[in-house]
DNA sequence: CGGAAAATAGACAGACCGGTATATTTTATT
DNA sequence: AATAAAATATACCGGTCTGTCTATTTTCCG
C-alpha cells in the first residue's frame, strides 16, 4: 500500500538472482565465486544467505526466475501467431531472435546439466523441469496444429532448438537458428500430411 | 625381472589421460581436482605435472586422444555400410548404442564448452575442432551420398546429433537417439529427391 | 652391472572457496 | 520520533585448489 514501495519482494534480492544469472551464464557456475557474485551485484554476503541458504540455492533460484520470464516472453510471441503452425513457428523465430542478440552466451540451463551431473542437485533439477515446461507448451501446439504424433514432434523440436543453442554458443554463429527453423518446417510439413 | 609391456609411449601417461577422461566425463571438469585424479590413476602429482604444463594442458590431450579414438571407431562403422546412405545413417546407429551403453554420462566435449567459456581456453579450442571433424566426415558422407546441399545438411545433422546425446543425458533416456534417427531419416529423404 | 631416465612421496606455497559470527548502520513503518 | 527489519562491513574458519620443490626410489637399457 504505501507508494514509495517499488517492490514488495526484496529488490536486493532480485538484483543477486539477475546479476548471479549473467555472471554464471558467462563463465559457468563453478568458475564464479560468490564473492564475484556479490561484488558486482553491491550487496553484502550476509544479505545473500540470509535469502538464500547456499550458492546452489541461489543458482537454482535464478534459474527459476529467469525460467519464468522467458516463457512468458515466449508465450506472448506464440500468441501474436495467427495460425496455429505460425504459432508453432514463432517458436524458431524466439530462437533466432535469441541467438542473434548481442548478449547471447549459450543456455544456462544446457551448461547446468554438464556442471550438476547429480540427479539430486538443485541446479540440474531446476534445468530439466525448465526444458520440460518448454517441450510442454510446443507439444501443446503440436496438438493445437492438428499435427500428427504431437508427442514425439514436440521431443524432437525441442531436441533441435538446444541443438543449435549449442552449436551457435560453440562456433559464435548465430546461423544455426536458420538451419534449426528448415528442419522445423521440414518435420511440421511431415506431420501435417 | 622386466615384465611383459615396455609401451613406448609412456605407459603413467596413458592411464593419466584415460582416468582424467572418465572422472571429469562422469563430474565436470572444475568439479575434479588433480589430486582424485592422481589417486584413481595411481600416479604422482610430479609425473602428471612432467607431461603436461596445466590441468587445462591434460584436459586438451585427454579430449584429442579420445576424439581421435571416437573418430577411428565412427569410421570403422562407416566402412561397414554397404550404400552412401547407409554409411550416412550408420552414424545414428552408432549415436544410438553410445546413449544406450551402460556408462553413458553425457559429452565431454560438449561439457567443455560449456565450462571453458573463452575463446583461447583449451578445452574449449579442443571441443570444437572435434565437433568440427565430426561435421566433416558428415558432410563427406552426405556428399559421397550425392544429396543436395551437403554442407547445410551436415550442420543439421550434427545438431540434431548433439541435441539428442544432451536429452539423453539431461532426461537419463536414451529414447532421444530414436527420435534423432527419425528426424536424420526426414532429412536425408528431403535432400535426396 | 651401472648409469640415465622416469616415477615416487610428501611437504609446502599462495590463493581462493563457501559459509559463519558479530557488531553496526541504514531503511521503512507506525 | 521510536522501533523493528533489512542490509552492511569485516574478520574469520576450515577446507580445497593448482602448482612447485626437494630428495629418494624405481625402472629401463646398453
Redesign the interface.
Known amino acids: 500500500m504505501s507508494p514509495t514501495t517499488p517492490t514488495p519482494a526484496s529488490a536486493k534480492r532480485e538484483q543477486l538472482l539477475d546479476t548471479a544469472w549473467s555472471l554464471f551464464c ?3 557456475y ?2 564464479v565465486g560468490i564473492d564475484t557474485v556479490l561484488a558486482e551485484a553491491g550487496v553484502a554476503k550476509m544479505t545473500l544467505y540470509n535469502h538464500f541458504s547456499s550458492k546452489e540455492d541461489l543458482i537454482a533460484a535464478a534459474m527459476e526466475k529467469k525460467g519464468a520470464e522467458t516463457l512468458a516472453g515466449l508465450d506472448r510471441l506464440i500468441a501474436a501467431g495467427r495460425s496455429p503452425q505460425k504459432r508453432l513457428l514463432a517458436v524458431f523465430d524466439w530462437l533466432a531472435g535469441w541467438l542473434e542478440s548481442d548478449n547471447f ?2 543456455c544456462a540451463f ?2 547446468a ?5 547429480a ?1 539430486g542437485d538443485k541446479p ?1 533439477q531446476a ?2 523441469a525448465f ?1 520440460q515446461a518448454m517441450q510442454d507448451r510446443i507439444e501443446t501446439l503440436c496438438r493445437e496444429a492438428g499435427l500428427k504424433s504431437p508427442a ?1 514432434l514436440a ?2 523440436l ?7 543453442t ?2 551457435a ?4 554463429n548465430p546461423g ?1 537458428a536458420a ?2 527453423r ?2 522445423a518446417k ?2 511440421i510439413e ?1 506431420a501435417a500430411g
Open positions: 558467462r563463465n559457468g563453478r568458475a552466451t549459450g544446457l551448461k546439466v554438464g556442471e550438476y551431473t540427479a540440474r534445468a530439466t526444458k514425439l521431443r524432437q525441442i531436441l533441435v532448438i538446444d541443438g543449435a549449442l552449436h554458443d560453440m562456433h559464435a544455426y538451419d534449426a528448415a528442419i521440414a518435420l511431415a
